[in-house]
């Protein structure tokens, strides 16, 4: 707080004379949580926001805190490099020193931060830096809020969600993945796949951007106006503030899968999945094949039809619901579905008595979304929010290259959904049944979901040598409200 006029200052908790760099001054702990001292002015810090632990040391006190890059420490907003700083007082009596310790416990105590914490680590995402960012910017953090972790290294795809799955609940507080989006949704799927599903789908979950999508966490802390680092997110963790978060369920026959995130079918799912022949470019791959896929341009046969949340009632013709999935088949001879026998069904709410509106195609593009950032850099959905109840749909049905070309470079703002050629709205519930290419009808199309294809059909990128889920076949989607809970910035 820098010096001049002061407001009323709220009744202390703790008033004392502490040594500081040798020199003795007033040291108050007021009421709303904040430690005011002088020296070069009058400055304070507010512990729920920037001491994240503090530390005995002989007969001394380390309040350990994070601002924002500046001279001194001092009451601070939210933006901005952040720097660990470190406020060290003496107390001038064993009985002072023993108060301090226990005020500051006590009040950090109240404020229901997480003690334990299991923590995964993708170390083959995206750039393969999640491990030197859990190292060298994530760990010590943790170490100056005194948070006991477990650190797990996956070694292969689904091992988070095998390791959900039997996780024992009591020993943690909370689960953070220093990965992009795929470990998240592993880990949701292995929560609702347990017998004590209810229980375990209330753990909180925590998100580092460590991969290449990164939207979840950037969809929070975007939230918030604080930039997508490792710094913010894994504060946001340790504050432990926590929202919910709406969840999906695909349905087809009796396979499902949750999903968190979102779902492509087109255009972006064809340059999210099939850009990965190109990963030796890095980044520019997606950029590049989008190129490539607008200016070789597909269209798509198939049929959406949806439950419209209020307000979008006219899009769409009226229809009925049909019943899910009629595919007796597996993805393939070689793999036959895996039903699940316990754990989370889905929503019990009476698809029949809704009321349901279609869409028939071709379509260029599908995408629905939980949240609004899908990317660091797309802004996919800007008016998803996390749990309303509600999925965003974007959907193009036909669209000229160069006008698309256009809209596609808009996505890192979120003004593409402006477009003439984008349909915009929000639906709570989803059928899509995907066809085969308009311009070659011996080839289908590639369903994406979080990042990870769920069904594929003939034709298509790796379709003879990929085990997938679900069939390239009809699926329905259902939503509900705040399933899960995910650690906030707010």
């Not at 949580?33 to 002088?38: E, F, I, S, V």
């Not at 490539?292 to 269209?299: A, D, K, N, S, T």
């Not at 049944?433 to 059909?457: H, L, Q, S």
Request: with cysteine.
């Amino acid at each position: 707080m820098d010096q001049g006029s002061q407001p009323d200052i709220p009744s202390p908790i703790l008033s004392d004379r502490v040594r500081v760099n040798g020199t003795v001054i007033p040291l108050t702990f007021t009421a709303d949580g904040k430690l005011r001292w002088t020296g070069k002015g009058q400055r304070c810090l507010t512990v729920e926001k920037e001491v994240i632990g503090f530390a005995l040391e002989g007969t001394r006190i380390r309040v350990k805190a994070v601002v924002e890059k500046r001279d001194g420490i001092c009451c601070v907003g939210n933006r901005g490099d952040l720097v660990r700083q470190s406020l060290v007082f003496e107390p001038l009596s064993e009985d002072s020193f023993t108060l301090w310790s226990q005020k500051l416990r006590d009040y950090i105590d109240s404020l229901g931060r997480p003690k334990r914490l299991l923590i995964f680590v993708n170390p083959y995402g995206g750039k393969k830096s999640a491990t030197k960012i859990f190292s060298e910017e994530v760990k010590p953090f943790l170490e100056d809020a005194d948070i006991q972790i477990t650190l797990i290294e996956t070694k292969h795809q689904l091992h988070a969600k095998e390791v959900a799955k039997t996780l024992d609940l009591s020993k943690y507080d909370g689960v953070v993945c220093v990965s992009g989006d795929g470990i998240l949704g592993e880990v949701v799927n292995g929560l609702l796949e347990r017998e004590d599903w209810a229980a375990a789908i209330k753990m909180p979950i925590g998100m580092v951007p460590g991969g290449t999508s990164n939207g979840m966490v950037k969809s929070l802390l975007d939230a918030v106006g604080e930039p997508c680092t490792p710094a913010n997110a894994i504060l946001a963790v340790i504050r432990g503030h926590k929202r919910s978060l709406d969840v999906a369920t695909l349905l087809q026959g009796e396979t499902r899968f949750f999903s968190v995130l979102m779902l492509a079918w087109g255009l972006i799912a064809d340059i999210d999945i099939e850009s990965e022949k190109y990963r030796w470019m890095g980044s520019a791959r997606i950029d590049f094949y989008a190129l490539q896929r607008i200016l070789h341009l597909r269209h798509y046969n198939g049929r959406v039809s949806f439950v419209p949340a209020p307000g979008f009632e006219d899009y769409g013709e009226p229809t009925s619901y049909h019943g899910e999935s009629t595919s007796a088949k597996g993805p393939t001879q070689e793999q036959p579905v895996k039903i699940q026998l316990h754990g989370y069904r889905g929503s019990d709410v009476k698809l029949e008595d809704l009321h349901w509106r279609t869409i028939s195609g071709p379509f260029v593009s599908i995408w629905l979304h939980n949240v609004p950032w899908g990317a660091e850099d797309a802004m996919a959905a800007p008016d998803a929010k996390f749990s309303d109840g509600y999925l965003d749909l974007v959907m193009i049905r036909d669209c000229p290259k160069l006008s698309l070309l256009s809209l596609m470079s808009t996505v890192n703002d979120g003004s593409h959904v402006k477009s003439p050629y984008v349909t915009y709205l929000k639906v709570k519930a989803f059928v899509l049944e995907p066809g085969a290419r308009v311009e070659d009808p011996t080839k289908d199309g590639i369903i994406d979901v979080d990042g990870e294809v769920i069904a594929r059909g003939k034709g298509t990128y790796k379709c003879d040598i990929a085990k997938d889920l679900m069939a390239y076949d009809k699926l329905q989607i259902t939503l509900d409200q705040g399933l899960a809970t995910l650690f906030a910035p707010v």
